[in-house]
């Protein structure tokens, strides 16, 4: 506990901090859910008490609750959605509209009462809409009690029953979760295929099971010496059929659980105090990559801390379930037959998620290339040195995903609702590739040093809120002191892409070498030139971007900064202080960061010249 106490004393000072800045504000909820699960029928009863504070400056008359499970039902926005669009996930495909009765997924309310008086809702699809009795005016509480009841899908996305290796309950998305409510009004988004944007809040939750199920949560276990399971080390001597399992999640935007009664427990307890809890089926087949997976994920979270900051929580959970990978609070489901590298990769990626998602808690649906892209990029990074690869640029992968959507013709701008893109493909790639792109060449842009410590500094102003694009932007404006809100519109807003050529090398004088560059393309970038001479020397010419009003630190150490490029020109004429015959070669961005779509047009070598002089 010692470690959550400490990260409350620093919310409170950010805050306060936030208040003193900026107009920052955000609602906060305090849930205390009593579940029955029968595990026959895969029907699930429950109660919920929802504390809920405005901290806006403005007056709510309404709410609104997700009903994420309604959306695994033939015929909703989500089957639709998988049965008309091109490149449907294949885990969805039409499975949907071919549910059962008893196999579909449902979440019903039926009753709700605001500080005892009841109130008129109507469940529209995967949201319960509900006018208010009495408005919260700002700064007010309301106390939300309701009734509820569900049916848990078969397993087809995210969450579910009797996933396809046999984990019997992945239980994400499965309460009616009050929508947030931002400085952007009400995001009561249906559940159509992307879905993140909660209320920061505390969650007590009292779960009834078969006592022969194990149990993994988001929170700590409240009763472990009743309950065993690996939780405690003493035997425990179960009375009745069920178990009644009471978890507490501080300052989460979610809660998320699985259960099984093949599960085997492990714990491990990680050098920064942290205690890791391994959920796997009792499989032979992968049994050992679950036993190696553990200090794996000890390394993986020891590198986040150094590189991002400190895990607040004092437990995280690795659970097999769900359908591939999804990162949940203080937890991830993962699939586990797998080969040892892919698990250790998915794990690298959805532990990575517990900072870029839940703690900078972004609105994925509208920002997706933020919790995506930034958790690929660190994720590559400590899959680099923990698998011990040690490769110069760990992101050549996001690269190439994204060279091949921005030459597809069907990128969409990193802007559009996770939803609305034509085509899953180009989702992923804006989302993931494109999006740790952003990063990796933003450490192009400022110098990798500005950038590790903008993520140092984008941790500790915006963890346990929902930071912005421009929130980031701005960190990195802060910490480098240069000007890059163009690199945050024009990459995230528009499809422009890079090129910049080498047009001409031509002899100046008996002394000196004239370059001539050309920028094909609508997007702007500082330039990084690199010249290698006949005599071995090596020269790196920073050619920096107007707009920018600044100059990179130096990268090298014979580093030459030439005169500032301003955008509207096409072409800028460089002068290099040797003769042209004493250049062996001369080219853009060795570093390969800047993520030009054509580097054909990027190298100039004197060997190329002459043999195309003899032709
Ligand atoms: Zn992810």
Redo the contacts with the bound molecule.
């Keep these: 506990m010692k470690k959550l106490l400490l990260s409350i004393a620093l919310i409170a000072t950010s805050w306060a901090g936030a208040q003193n800045n900026t107009s920052y504000w955000q609602q906060h909820v305090d849930y205390k859910m009593e579940v029955d699960m029968n595990v026959e029928n895969f029907q699930y009863t429950g109660t919920q008490e929802l504390v809920y504070t405005n901290n806006s400056p403005d007056t709510l008359d309404r709410v609104f609750y997700h009903l994420y499970f309604n959306a695994f039902q033939p015929g909703s926005e989500m089957d639709v959605r998988s049965l008309t669009i091109k490149d449907p996930d294949r885990r969805v495909g039409d499975r949907i509209s071919k549910l059962s009765e008893a196999e579909q997924g449902y979440l019903r309310v039926s009753s709700l009462y605001q500080n005892g008086n009841d109130l008129s809702f109507e469940e529209v699809g995967t949201v319960l809409e509900v006018e208010l009795d009495q408005p919260i005016l700002p700064g007010e509480k309301a106390t939300f009690n309701m009734e509820f009841e569900g049916q848990v899908p078969e397993q087809i996305r995210r969450s579910g029953r009797n996933s396809s290796e046999g984990v019997a309950l992945s239980m994400s998305q499965w309460f009616p979760k009050m929508a947030e409510y931002d400085f952007e009004g009400w995001h009561a988004a249906p559940y159509i295929g992307r879905e993140f944007h909660g209320v920061w809040g505390d969650f007590d939750v009292k779960l009834s099971i078969d006592k022969d199920y194990t149990v993994a949560a988001s929170g700590y276990l409240q009763n472990p010496d009743e309950i065993g399971h690996g939780y405690t080390d003493e035997e425990v001597e179960a009375e009745g059929d069920t178990h009644t399992w009471h978890f507490l999640a501080p300052e989460v935007h979610d809660f998320t659980w699985a259960a099984d009664p093949e599960y085997i427990h492990d714990k491990r307890i990680a050098a920064d105090g942290t205690v890791l809890h391994f959920f796997y089926k009792n499989n032979d087949e992968i049994k050992e990559n679950w036993k190696n997976l553990q200090e794996k994920t000890e390394d993986l979270l020891l590198f986040f801390n150094e590189n991002i900051g400190p895990y607040p929580w004092d437990q995280y959970s690795l659970v097999q379930g769900g359908d591939g990978g999804m ?1 949940y609070a203080m937890l991830t489901l993962i699939t586990g037959e797998r080969n040892f590298g892919s698990l250790v990769g998915v794990t690298a ?2 532990l990575a ?1 517990a900072w870029f998602q839940h703690l900078m808690a972004t609105n994925e649906s509208k920002h997706e290339w933020m ?2 892209g930034f ?1 690929s990029y660190i994720s590559s990074a400590a899959m680099n040195q923990v698998m011990e690869t040690y490769a110069d640029n760990p992101h050549t992968g996001s690269y190439r995903g994204y060279m091949q959507l921005a030459n597809s013709g069907a990128e969409q701008p990193q802007t559009t609702q996770a939803d609305r893109y034509d085509l899953n493909a180009a989702y992923g790639a804006a989302a993931y590739s494109k999006g740790a792109v952003f990063i990796a060449q933003l450490g192009y842009i400022i110098g990798k040093d500005n950038l590790d410590k903008t993520l140092k500094r984008y941790y500790d102003e915006w963890k346990f809120k929902h930071p912005t694009p421009n929130d980031f932007i701005r960190i990195a404006e802060k910490v480098s002191g240069a000007e890059l809100d163009w690199y945050l519109n024009d990459w995230t807003r528009t499809t422009a892409t890079i090129d910049y050529g080498i047009k001409e090398v031509t002899k100046a004088d008996e002394n000196s070498t004239k370059v001539t560059l050309e920028r094909h393309k609508l997007m702007p970038m500082p330039i990084d030139v690199t010249v290698r001479y006949t005599n071995g020397e090596e020269e790196m010419i920073y050619i920096p971007l107007q707009m920018m009003r600044w100059e990179k630190p130096a990268e090298h150490e014979n580093w030459t900064v030439a005169d500032d490029w301003a955008w509207a020109y096409p072409t800028y004429e460089l002068k290099i202080e040797k003769p042209l015959s004493e250049i062996e070669s001369i080219e853009i961005d060795e570093s390969q960061l800047m993520a030009d779509v054509n580097r054909d047009n990027n190298l100039y070598t004197a060997e190329e010249t002459s043999a195309e002089a003899g032709q």
Excluded: C, K, P
């Design positions: 990162e990626h959805e998620h919790d995506e958790t």
